[in-house]
C-alpha cells in the first residue's frame, strides 16, 4: 500500500450512552504510513470511537469508509475482514493457552484441521519481522504484560490487520519496552499500515505520531500534524486552558526521619518472596519515589508499611515507634495514611456517601464523635468543607461514593488521607487514570503536605511524575531495590535499566544505604 493515502475515514459519527453524548459528530481521518495519535483527557471518547471503527460498538450516527469503501460494522469480525483490528487496554488473551493458541483463536478454521507447526512458523516470521519477540508455545500465563501486549499485535497482524488501532498500550510499559513498541510500530508504518494510537501522554504523540487528533468532551478540537504543534500547543488543546508543566517544587530543609524500613522482607498473595531486604529511610519535608514497573514489589511493600501485610523479616519505625507487624489502627495511630492502588476495594465503601466516607480513619475523636455518638453536624460540615476544598464534583455530600468518576473517587480518598494532617503519606499511584486537570491539582496536594513537612513514600509507574515529584528515586525491580538515586541528578535511562533488573553500574551491591547527604 503506497504511503499517504487515506485508509480510515469517519464521517460525522455519534454515539450516546444513557445520560453521554460520548462522541459528538466526530470527523476522523486516517492515512497509510502515519502513526496517527488521538489525544484526549478520559472521559473524551477515544475509546468509544475506535471501538466503533473496530466493529464493537455501533454509532448512532454517521459514516465510516475503510480504503475508499462505505463500511457497515456489525461486529469485530466485519472490521477485521477489511483489515482494522484494535488492542485493547484489557488483552483478550486467554491464559492457559499458549501464544500461538491464542493467535489462532476466534479464527474460522475448525480447530482438527489446525496445523500447529505452521501456525507457529507463521508467528515466528512475524515476531522477526517486526521485532515482536515472544515465544510461540509459551503459555499466555508465563509472560510479562509487556509479552502479551506483544501477542495482541502479533494476533492482529496474523489476520492480515493493515489499519491497528492501539488503546493506551505504554500504560503497562516500562520505558525500554516502550522504545521497541516504537520501534515496532515504525516498521509497520514503513510498510504502510496505518497505526491508530490512543493515549493522553503528550511526549509520546511527539516522539511516535506523524499526526494527531485531538477530542474533548466527545468533540474533534483540532487535527494536526505533531512539526506544526508541542507538548504546551496540545495540552492547551486537549484541556482547554493553559496547564503548569512542571509542578513548581520549593526546596525544603529534610527534617527529622520519619519513615525508616529496614531490610525488609515479604511474601505476596501466593507465597511467593516479594520483598528482599528492602531498605531505606525518609525524612520530613522528603519524597521518596519509588519507581518500578508494576508487580515488582510495590503494592507489598506499601502493604507492610500500612499494617495490610505481615513483613516475614526487618523492620519499619514511624518516628521513633517501631510498627513492624502493628495493625492497620495502631499505624494509623502513628499519623500515617495511605492513598491505595484499589479505591474502591480498599479505598473507599461504594455504597456509603462521601461523608461516611472521609471521616472513616477519624470518626472515633471529635469533633466527629461525641462521647460514643457520632456528631451529625459536624460531619456534614466537615464533609462539605473537603468537597470545597478538593473540587470533588458531586451534587452533595450524600452521594454515595459508587456513583463518582474516577478522578473524584481519588480526590475523595485524598482528601480524606490529608486533611489528617499526616506526617507520613503513602500514596500509591496517586494519579493513575487520572486527566491533566486532576493530576495536576493531586500532585500539588501532595508537594503541598511535603512543604509542611511531611514524608511521603510514593509508588508511581509514571516515571515524569516520579521524577518531577520526588527527592530522592529507588527502584524497585524483584523485589529488591536496585539503587536509590538523588532526584536531581538521575537520568531517566538509567532509571529505566534499573527497572528492567540492571543494577548502576560501579556498584556490587544495590544502593540500600539510607540516603543522608546531597539534599539541596
Ligand atoms: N459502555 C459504556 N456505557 C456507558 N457509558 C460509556 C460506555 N463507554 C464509555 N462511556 C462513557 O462515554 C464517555 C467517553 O468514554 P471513553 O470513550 O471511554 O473515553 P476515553 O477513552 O477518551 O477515556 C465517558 O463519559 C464514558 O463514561
Ligand atoms: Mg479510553
Known amino acids: 500500500m503506497k504511503s499517504g493515502l487515506t485508509t480510515i475515514e469517519m464521517q460525522g459519527i455519534t454515539k450516546r450512552f444513557p445520560g453521554v453524548l460520548a462522541n459528538d459528530s466526530i470527523d476522523f481521518e486516517a492515512r497509510s504510513g502515519e502513526v496517527h495519535a488521538l489525544l484526549g483527557e478520559n472521559g473524551a471518547g477515544k475509546s468509544t470511537l475506535m471501538n466503533i471503527l473496530s466493529g464493537f460498538y455501533?454509532?448512532?450516527?454517521?459514516?465510516?469508509?475503510?480504503?475508499?469503501?462505505?463500511?457497515?460494522?456489525?461486529?469485530?469480525?466485519?472490521?477485521?475482514?477489511l483489515g482494522v483490528g484494535m488492542v485493547h487496554q484489557h488483552f483478550m488473551l486467554v491464559d492457559v493457552q499458549t501464544v500461538a493458541e491464542n493467535i489462532e483463536l476466534g479464527r474460522a478454521t475448525p480447530r482438527f484441521v489446525l496445523k500447529m507447526?505452521?501456525?507457529?512458523?507463521?508467528?515466528?516470521?512475524?515476531?522477526?519481522?517486526?521485532?515482536?519477540?515472544v515465544h510461540p508455545k509459551a503459555h499466555i500465563w508465563q509472560l510479562s504484560v509487556g509479552e502479551q501486549q506483544r501477542v495482541e499485535i502479533l494476533k492482529m497482524l496474523y489476520r492480515g490487520t493493515r489499519i491497528l488501532i492501539l488503546d493506551e498500550p505504554t500504560a503497562v510499559l516500562a520505558p525500554q519496552e516502550v522504545e521497541s513498541l516504537f520501534a515496532t510500530l515504525r516498521r509497520m508504518t514503513a510498510e504502510g499500515h496505518t497505526i491508530i494510537l490512543i493515549t493522553h501522554k503528550l511526549d509520546e504523540v511527539m516522539a511516535i505520531a506523524q499526526r494527531v487528533t485531538v477530542l474533548r468532551k466527545g468533540r474533534v478540537i483540532s487535527t494536526v500534524p505533531t512539526s506544526e504543534t508541542d507538548q504546551r500547543g496540545l495540552a492547551r488543546m486537549m484541556v482547554g486552558r493553559e496547564i503548569l508543566f512542571r509542578v513548581a517544587k520549593k526546596a525544603v530543609a529534610p527534617g527529622k526521619e520519619v519513615?525508616?524500613?529496614?531490610?525488609?522482607?515479604?511474601?505476596?498473595?501466593?507465597?511467593?518472596?516479594?520483598?528482599?531486604?528492602?531498605?531505606?529511610?525518609?525524612?520530613?519535608?522528603?519524597?521518596?519515589?519509588?519507581?518500578?514497573?508494576?508487580?515488582?514489589?510495590?503494592?507489598?511493600?506499601?502493604?507492610?508499611?500500612?499494617?495490610?501485610?505481615?513483613?516475614?523479616?526487618?523492620?519499619?519505625?514511624?518516628?521513633?515507634?517501631?510498627?513492624?507487624?502493628?495493625?492497620?489502627?495502631?499505624?494509623?495511630?502513628?499519623?500515617?495514611?495511605?492513598?491505595?492502588?484499589?479505591r474502591l476495594g480498599v479505598g473507599l465503601v461504594p455504597n456509603l456517601p462521601i461523608s461516611d466516607n472521609v471521616i472513616l480513619k477519624g470518626y472515633r475523636d471529635p469533633?466527629?464523635?461525641?462521647?460514643?455518638?457520632?456528631?451529625?453536624?459536624?460531619?456534614?460540615?466537615?464533609?462539605?468543607?473537603?468537597?470545597?476544598?478538593?473540587?470533588?464534583?458531586?451534587?452533595?455530600?450524600?452521594?454515595?461514593?459508587r456513583l463518582l468518576s474516577g478522578g473524584n473517587?481519588?480526590?475523595?480518598?485524598?482528601?480524606?488521607?490529608?486533611?489528617?494532617?499526616?506526617?507520613?503519606?503513602?500514596?500509591?499511584?496517586?494519579?493513575?487514570?487520572?486527566?491533566?486537570?486532576?493530576?495536576?491539582?493531586?500532585?500539588?496536594?501532595?508537594?503541598?503536605?511535603?512543604?509542611?513537612?511531611?514524608?511521603v513514600?510514593?509508588?508511581?509507574?509514571?516515571?515524569?511524575?516520579?521524577?518531577?515529584?520526588?527527592?530522592?528515586?529507588?527502584?524497585?525491580?524483584?523485589?529488591?531495590?536496585?539503587?536509590?538515586?538523588?532526584?536531581?541528578?538521575?537520568?531517566?535511562?538509567?532509571?529505566?535499566?534499573?527497572?528492567?533488573?540492571?543494577?548502576?553500574?560501579?556498584?556490587?551491591?544495590?544502593?540500600?544505604t539510607p540516603p543522608r547527604e546531597g539534599v539541596q
Request: with cysteine.
Open 58 to 81: 455501533r454509532p448512532d450516527e454517521g459514516a465510516i469508509f475503510i480504503e475508499g469503501e462505505r463500511a457497515l460494522l456489525k461486529s469485530p469480525r466485519d472490521a477485521l475482514k
Open 457 to 512: 513514600l510514593l509508588i508511581s509507574e509514571d516515571l515524569d511524575e516520579i521524577i518531577a515529584l520526588s527527592d530522592w528515586i529507588a527502584v524497585l525491580f524483584g523485589g529488591e531495590i536496585m539503587g536509590i538515586l538523588d532526584s536531581t541528578k538521575a537520568q531517566i535511562e538509567e532509571i529505566g535499566l534499573m527497572m528492567a533488573g540492571v543494577k548502576p553500574a560501579g556498584e556490587e551491591t544495590p544502593a540500600q
Open 117 to 133: 507447526s505452521e501456525t507457529e512458523r507463521k508467528i515466528e516470521g512475524l515476531s522477526k519481522e517486526y521485532g515482536l519477540q
Open 409 to 455: 473517587l481519588q480526590k475523595t480518598i485524598l482528601a480524606r488521607e490529608i486533611s489528617a494532617e499526616p506526617d507520613l503519606l503513602v500514596a500509591m499511584h496517586p494519579t493513575r487514570g487520572l486527566d491533566i486537570g486532576a493530576t495536576e491539582s493531586v500532585r500539588k496536594m501532595l508537594l503541598e503536605r511535603r512543604e509542611k513537612g511531611a514524608a
Open 259 to 342: 519513615l525508616r524500613a529496614e531490610k525488609l522482607c515479604a511474601m505476596n498473595d501466593k507465597g511467593l518472596d516479594a520483598l528482599k531486604e528492602v531498605s531505606f529511610s525518609i525524612r520530613q519535608g522528603e519524597i521518596l519515589g519509588i519507581a518500578g514497573v508494576a508487580g515488582n514489589g510495590q503494592r507489598e511493600l506499601a502493604e507492610v508499611i500500612t499494617g495490610l501485610r505481615h513483613a516475614t523479616s526487618g523492620r519499619v519505625c514511624v518516628g521513633d515507634k517501631e510498627t513492624t507487624n502493628c495493625s492497620p489502627w495502631r499505624v494509623i495511630k502513628e499519623k500515617v495514611s495511605h492513598i491505595p492502588e484499589d
Open 367 to 401: 469533633p466527629l464523635a461525641r462521647g460514643p455518638f457520632l456528631n451529625g453536624r459536624s460531619i456534614a460540615d466537615f464533609a462539605q468543607n473537603l468537597i470545597a476544598t478538593f473540587d470533588i464534583a458531586a451534587p452533595d455530600t450524600n452521594t454515595p461514593v
